[in-house]
């Protein structure tokens, strides 16, 4: 095995911990990671929040990371040492069924290996994330970072940007489309630059009316305060899509109500059961869909699109020791838009 | 006013007595119809069994009738005397709003006046349905009904087959699409015969393994029974469109993981709020959408489409006399598969 170091939920307390943590010898088709910058997201607090070690299970968090390649399997063929290189929220899948060979390993039915919390297909340990110094990834899992991207706010693209690409792209947004983006957080914001960035005429959907010069700079052609009847019921119809972001259970009916006739909802903030009311639905037959992660080429058309376009995430880089104050802090409502751990000081 | 009979809810019973009714004087734009059949529709149960007649409204179901003109006011310019019509579950709308200039009557922004408890927007006077002997309508919401259609059995297309024609319409299916029809009542062996006509790979999926003859003379390729999770398992992902005409609240889930990558789930068979998983949704990245009724411009493409594959619903006739049976009939599912009523012994 191989030692590092990395933060760890330990007992009954949230509190992340340094913990030294072993990764795997590297199998054939393995790289080991030197992680650089991990983003910090939603999806981890949650996992952190609701962490119950029985069993003995360990929890390191961290599904989005950059960094550079110190080492590879002798099957490697698209990376060599030294290599810039990010990681998402998935590490495998069982390459076989049908949205494996349609490159959506991230629907695969024999469900893929999450980076953590999960279990690894082959030697059936729990898989531990990237709030470490190294990660061990198979090649097939692992994206050659563009150049041009700063790997710290680059970090986010690999779960926020591409859980708000894959919807963006599959719902067809291009230049004349309506886009909405309901929620200005760390998917939101990344939704609004590629909208924009794809040429699609956007607007920012917040409870927050300050929020409007943050939407302007992102290239928001306008901002609607959920908050007042007046500016949600003159966007009623208006938009082809909107991107839902808010990150904690609401009523979609405000929203679904933006949606223009035939257009599409993609909830995309939160897990767990949803309910509509089927006449926001009927009426302008409208749709509701939902997105989260994206296969390995959704990754890679994604990572080359913000690098022609030079998207990033807007970021606040903090040592990787100060992981829980992020934490406490994202829980909030307090960064714009996404915290980023350095983890350097884990050397 | 004009004088008819029809069935109306008395009272704190169910039960649907004969009644004089009166109907308006023609305006410039109204025809006067001799209704000959109408279908009786699942929202006929729900607005009977859920019926108050506090403020001394006053009940007459039935949506979805044809029949023949008998008086046309001045400026009507469409219908002659003596012309077959059909009309469907809305008889105006506002004529002004987005919705009513793109053809999409059934979601005008002013609400449109429904056939049967709906509130007239020019007299105030509350509408009375088609289970009566005339009718009195704008002739912009009266269809001619197309020779070559038995107009008893084309009487369900004005709600059941419009409702069933909208998403397969909008979901672009076609030749090579590959349908699955949940329910196989009114609705849904009316989305079978035209999912067929359209040349889709259709299948049915029941509770019922004795369907299985009626999904084939209907037309489909097979039948699917939602209560052997092998057959459901093998179903999983398969289908471009699942149209679901269930008629009672029920779990989504099944139905959402026949539909195929990007594919669609229409919820068509009743209203209320519909809770769904949003996993569900977002492995495979699919939709969920509704329809009901449809524009006149699709009840016209609709009939004009079943006249030419000489489609109509298979249904039992009964004189009008025996309207309580029928509905009653229809509670308890016993109906193969939609009920008609003869209003011809109401004379």
Redesign the interface.
């Known amino acids: 095995m191989r030692n590092t170091v990395g933060w760890q939920v330990e007992g009954p307390s949230p509190a992340l911990r340094r913990t030294p943590l072993e990764r795997r010898d590297l199998r054939p088709d393995d790289l080991a990671v030197r992680v650089d910058y991990c983003g910090v997201c939603h999806t981890d607090l949650h996992a952190v929040g609701s962490w119950d070690d029985a069993g003995g299970r360990r929890l390191v968090p961290g599904h989005e990371f950059t960094g550079v390649v110190t080492d590879t399997g002798p099957a490697v063929t698209r990376f060599a040492v030294g290599a810039p290189v990010a990681v998402g929220n998935i590490v495998d899948s069982c390459g076989e069924c ?2 494996c060979r ?1 490159g ?1 390993e991230n ?1 695969c ?1 024999a469900f893929p290996t999450l980076t953590y919390d999960g279990t690894d297909r082959h030697d059936g340990l729990a898989t531990l994330g990237g709030y470490s110094r190294e990660y061990v990834v198979r090649d097939r899992f692992a994206h050659p970072l563009p150049a041009g991207l700063d790997p710290a706010a680059a970090a986010p693209l690999l779960c926020a940007g591409v859980t708000v690409w ?2 963006l792209h ?1 719902l067809g947004v291009g230049p004349g489309t309506r886009v909405a983006v309901a929620g200005l957080g760390g998917l939101g914001h990344l939704a609004v630059k590629i909208a924009v960035a794809l040429g699609a005429h956007t607007s920012v959907v917040s409870r927050s009316p300050d929020k409007a010069d943050d939407a302007r700079r992102l290239g928001a052609h306008g901002l609607i305060v959920s908050t007042d009847p007046e500016q949600m019921a003159d966007a ?2 208006r938009f082809d899509v909107v991107i839902d972001t808010i990150s904690v259970p609401h009523d979609l009916g405000p929203y679904l109500r933006l949606v223009a ?2 257009g ?1 909802l993609s ?1 995309l903030g ?10 926001d ?12 992660s994206g296969g390995m080429p959704a990754m890679a058309a994604m990572l080359d699109f913000c690098a022609e376009h030079g998207i990033t995430a807007d970021i606040e880089l903090l040592p990787s020791a100060r992981v829980n104050e992020a934490l406490d802090r994202l829980r909030r409502g307090d960064v714009r838009y996404r915290f980023v751990l350095d983890m350097s000081d884990l050397d």
């Open positions: 049908a949205m349609a959506q629907f039915h894959e919807p599959a009623r119809d006739m035939d599409t909830h939160h897990l767990g059961p949803v309910t509509v009311e089927t006449l639905l009927l009426i302008g037959r409208k749709k509701l869909s939902s997105a989260g």
